[in-house]
């Protein structure tokens, strides 16, 4: 899926909500010239930005990715491996690939996704909620709040992603991890 879909569908559903940019804003914690420079440039946030915006607008991340509702049950969401929706972030700072692997659920309070890092660490991230990164493959150099882990194959860490944190891919393939976010903002809303 391309970069700028998402964009372009953060900022119709902006609008079909009649939101303005300072409404967003104010909801999402991230400046107006941030939230500007998304809907225009085509260039995606990071994951943990796209999940506060998809809050703010009060949908489903996966929303963000078909510009759709979200699906009429709430109960359980299925994804096959052939229908999990690819994002990679091709010349942004993030440089990361990600998989979804719940996307069609909604009313969750977790974000289930396979994230494939980049070799240089660009960004540093910092959000409301938790977090846990499993290593499925490769070797992930894992910086939080200013130390640096070195996790290889089967390593875990849990976290609270209230604190700068960053990683990037070590070695000649790119590491793939299981990263769930948690975010209590999502889990006040309760699941529906």
Sequence with gaps: MEERTICQNIKTLRLTRKMTLDDLSRLTGLSKGYL???ERSGKLPPFSTLNRIAS???VETV???NGQPEPPDTRIGIVRKNERKVIVTKGSLYGYRYETLAHNKSGKSMEPCIIE????????FQHEGEELLYVLEGTHEF???GKKYIMHEGDCVYFDSGAPHTGRSVGREHARLLAVMFSRERHGRGIS
Excluded: H, M, R
Excluded at 117 to 124: D, G, Q, S
């Design 36 to 38: 500007s420079k998304v």
């Design 56 to 58: 703010a607008l009060g």
């Design 63 to 65: 929303s963000l990715f």
């Design 117 to 124: 890092p980049a070799f240089e660490e660009e960004a540093i």
């Design 143 to 145: 910086t939080y709040d």
